[in-house]
């Protein structure tokens, strides 16, 4: 992801501990244009419990975050795309 401003804040918009869900999610984000981040992404796949593979999250700058959960939203239904706080 190539931030036009470093001062944008990203916030989480999806966490999942399930690579589907998160291709899914990131296609979805892709093919609306809208940029984002998962950190860690390359632990995916490795280990099977939630303490070596925990929850993976996506990112967006915050002016995208209302678009990107209404995109997330449509995949999953109202409510499983809130972030964590």
């Given at each position: 992801?190539?931030?036009?401003?470093?001062?944008?804040?990203?916030?989480?918009?999806?966490e999942?501990?399930?690579?589907?869900?998160?291709?899914?999610?990131?296609?979805?984000?892709?093919?609306?244009g809208?940029?984002?981040?998962?950190?860690?992404?390359?632990?995916i796949?490795?280990?099977?419990?939630?303490?070596?593979?925990?929850?993976?999250?996506?990112?967006?700058?915050?002016?995208?975050?209302?678009?990107?959960?209404?995109?997330?939203?449509?995949?999953?239904?109202?409510?499983?795309?809130?972030?964590?706080?």
């Amino acid at each position: 992801m190539t931030r036009t401003n470093p001062n944008d804040e990203l916030v989480v918009v999806f966490e999942s501990a399930n690579p589907v869900e998160l291709d899914l999610v990131k296609s979805a984000l892709e093919d609306a244009g809208i940029q984002f981040m998962v950190p860690d992404e390359g632990r995916i796949g490795f280990g099977v419990t939630p303490i070596i593979n925990p929850d993976y999250k996506i990112e967006v700058v915050r002016s995208s975050a209302d678009e990107a959960r209404g995109i997330i939203g449509e995949l999953f239904g109202k409510g499983e795309s809130e972030p964590a706080e």
